[in-house]
């Protein structure tokens, strides 16, 4: 559609008004919160975690379906399996998913020629949270992208867009938009549904797939940082080539192992290695309940130095008293559909104007404009809103508030009836660590839920801050064969990872970890085993035997010898399993390590019949009944098998 000479003149108006914001927003990308005067541009700091695509949905509830893990974030929108009108960027808080849309803003705004946006007419980026009650997509762009440009009105925005071939429309943070998952008839469930703008291009983030979109939507998800990821950002936005600095953060990480989780959340990792690079006597951590009491600290003296007066003193008294913000956060939480953002004037009024000041000045809290339901066709009010800078430090301070109530109650079903320990497992392990007697009735009532055991491990150790605390429960999980199955709830599998990394780095024997169903596979830094559930396994150097069972599933090449290099570095293996696999009849004897080899580590193919893999020539072979192969010491010329029945009843066990 050809535009007249006056609406020509409009449509640069409002490139150059869009690039303006954009550029606002993408310039001020603020690693630490406390520390607002060392503000980035997001091209200086934006490191790729990694990516996966949904090649196939689930089938059933509970089930993961298929997915793929991508080279790039760019993929996403060049990958011709991934070709589609509507994509949702799925992701959990902090992994990412603002940043990356900030990262594609900066690609359009400098025509960066590599980039999925460089042919776009027109990037439309809204962040749903802001949009309060507005209807239209055109009201929105004009109040909140194009506010500071008199010269473009609404009606003009709709004609303008309405011309052009090429709008990509970014819907930032579905999961916080106020009228999320409701039957209105607004322009953003229009679009979403493919009733507006079907030719245009659409990515919605979000941290939870919407009912509605479960099938028909194209799906991508952030899975957080892996150990390359982490060593790019140290690199690119921290220490630079300085190699020496560079190893110094990461030992620090290292040396605090129990966080190693919680730093696969982009977000989280990037405070610590900021934080870990500034203090000098950066110190060992026992729980994350410690991590996060000592951040905390760390803002509050970094806002102490700037204030060598009286000020300071007031700062400490504030430090201690905050029970109505931990009231506030506990009840945010604890609703069927979470709060994570409050008004203003109301916030301020509970929790006081200068603790309110001083958690603004610190940067835990964050101030932002959302469209009042007061606004009327062209005249658009706005409603000051304030959140969590993350909603971690909101499970922090709702942590305190919770191990209150706990401490004092004699039922728990009431006070925990919106709280899934699957959604909001900090604030179970910060309640326990805070406080030991609200932490033990916590314990026990963990103990009462599906996978609710190992779970309750962890907690011990927020709790008590002290690893022997759980080494009897650790030795005993680890005693046994340890199972992870594709059907476990993600509380569950994430517990168990966590409790078999604890193990490893304390030099615990762990029998065997058996996969079942979980598909696991290599990340490009050879270091993690990824699960269909998306979690990831590191080495285990106390791993005795792995075993690794899906049914009918293909192994390429490429895939089962990166399986092999990641058991090699698993220092004490003397198994490797397949269970059920189609695997290669041959291995290239230059994709088996060497370490394998001097210390002759079994590797059995397991189907209808037994088979071992002849590390010298890369053949597989059948064995005798001690698992013995041809020529070697002991053979005696049987035959051995483990049927697949077999190895389903060793599994049920």
Request: proline share 3%.
């Amino acid at each position: 559609m050809e535009l007249n000479p006056d609406l020509q003149e409009k449509k640069q108006f409002l490139i150059a008004g869009l690039k303006r914001t954009y550029k606002g927003q993408y310039d001020a990308i603020q690693p630490l919160p406390y520390i607002k005067d060392r503000l980035y541009c997001v091209d200086k700091v934006f490191v790729e975690g990694g990516v996966e695509v949904c090649l196939a949905p689930e089938l059933t509830p509970g089930t993961r379906g298929s997915w793929e893990r991508l080279e790039s974030y760019k993929s996403i929108y060049t990958d011709f399996r991934f070709k589609s009108k509507r994509r949702i960027l799925q992701g959990e808080p902090g992994y990412g998913k603002s940043t990356l849309t900030l990262q594609l803003a900066y690609d359009w705004c400098n025509d960066v020629s590599d980039s999925p946006m460089n042919n776009v007419e027109i990037l439309i980026l809204l962040r749903l949270r802001q949009l309060g009650s507005v209807k239209s997509l055109y009201r929105a762009i004009k109040s909140f992208l194009l506010f500071h440009e008199p010269r473009v009105s609404k009606h003009e925005i709709e004609e303008i867009i309405h011309s052009c071939s090429f709008v990509h429309i970014i819907l930032d943070g579905y999961d916080e938009y106020p009228g999320r998952d409701s039957n209105d008839n607004d322009d953003v469930h229009k679009i979403i549904k493919m009733e507006l703008f079907a030719d245009f291009d659409v990515s919605l983030t979000t941290r939870y797939l919407p009912e509605c979109l479960r099938k028909e939507t194209k799906r991508a998800k952030l899975t957080g940082f892996d150990d390359k990821a982490r060593d790019e950002y140290i690199r690119k936005a921290v220490v630079g080539n300085n190699d020496e600095a560079v190893e110094e953060i990461k030992r620090w990480l290292y040396e605090n192992s129990i966080l190693a989780d919680l730093c696969q959340v982009p977000l989280i990792f990037v405070m610590f290695a900021h934080m870990a690079h500034d203090q000098r006597d950066f110190m060992k951590f026992k729980s994350v309940t410690q991590f996060f009491k000592y951040m905390i600290r760390c803002f509050y003296d970094h806002l102490k130095q700037k204030f060598k007066d009286n000020r300071s003193n007031k700062l400490y008294l504030h430090e201690m008293e905050h029970h109505e913000l931990h009231k506030i956060a506990f009840e945010g939480l604890n609703k069927e559909n979470q709060q994570l953002s409050w008004i203003k004037t109301g916030f301020r009024q509970r929790v006081g104007q200068d603790l309110y000041d001083q958690y603004i000045l610190i940067g835990i809290l964050v101030e932002e404009d959302e469209v009042s339901d007061d606004s009327t066709g062209d005249n658009v009010f706005f409603t000051a809103m304030v959140r969590f800078y993350h909603k971690l430090f909101c499970e922090w301070y709702a942590a305190h508030h919770l191990a209150t109530l706990v401490k004092n109650a004699h039922n728990l079903s009431d006070i925990l009836r919106f709280l899934d320990p699957c959604d909001l497992q900090y604030l179970f392990r910060f309640a326990c660590g805070l406080d030991p007697d609200a932490g033990k009735k916590l314990i026990d009532h963990l103990k009462g839920l599906p996978g609710g055991d190992n779970f309750a491990i962890l907690c011990i150790l927020e709790q008590t801050g002290d690893v022997n605390d759980i080494m009897d429960s650790v030795k005993e999980l680890c005693s046994r064969r340890v199972a992870i199955n594709t059907g476990d709830s993600a509380l569950l599998q994430r517990s168990t990872t966590q409790l078999l990394e604890i193990a490893s780095k304390n030099h615990i024997p762990i029998s065997c970890v058996a996969l079942a169903a979980c598909s696991p596979r290599v990340d490009e830094s050879g270091l993690n085993l990824i699960l269909k559930s998306g979690l990831s396994l590191s080495i285990l150097s106390s791993l005795q035997e792995l075993w690794i069972g899906d049914y009918n599933r293909r192994l390429t090449s490429e895939e089962l010898a990166a399986i092999l290099s990641y058991s090699s570095q698993c220092t004490s293996l003397k198994e490797l399993r397949f269970l059920g696999y189609h695997l290669p009849d041959t291995i290239p004897v230059g994709s088996i390590p060497s370490s394998l080899k001097s210390r002759h580590v079994k590797v059995w193919n397991s189907s209808s019949i037994d088979r071992r893999l002849n590390l010298q020539t890369g053949q597989w072979q059948a064995c005798d009944y001690e698992g013995n192969l041809p020529g070697e010491e002991g053979f005696n010329g049987g035959s051995y098998q483990l049927s697949l029945a077999k190895f389903n009843l060793e599994m049920s066990k």
